[in-house]
């Protein structure tokens, strides 16, 4: 599912809501959990999981294609851990439910 498909379903589950607005909505929050995460801070959705970033340091790699040493700098990179609540919905049953369906 992509973003606009987010939108989509979040503005017809919730009919009293422009689509404008659901989508300034899905933005402001995923806005909000970028800052935390460029600002070090972790953010924890109880239920559905946690998003943290962690520290990629530097190191010697190599090209693939010709097998030279190259330096790869330090960076971060997001991680996200699901939740206990949402693992068990996902493992729950046979595997025969459509997971579209609600």
């Avoid at 995460?37 to 972790?42: H, I, S, W």
């Avoid at 190191?59 to 700098?73: A, H, S, Y």
């Avoid at 609540?85 to 459509?98: P, T």
């Amino acid at each position: 599912m992509i973003k606009s498909e987010l939108v989509q379903r979040i503005a017809e589950q919730n009919p009293h809501l422009y689509q404008r607005d659901v989508e300034n909505i899905v933005n402001a929050i995923l806005d909000e959990i970028t800052d935390a995460l460029r600002t070090g801070n972790r953010v924890e959705l109880r239920g559905f999981g946690a998003f943290s970033v962690k520290n990629r340091p530097a190191r010697t790699g190599r090209n693939p294609r010709t097998g030279q040493k190259v330096d790869v700098e330090e960076k971060f990179v997001p991680f996200f851990k699901t939740g206990k609540e949402m693992r068990e919905r996902l493992n729950d049953g046979d595997g025969s439910e459509d997971p579209d369906d609600d």
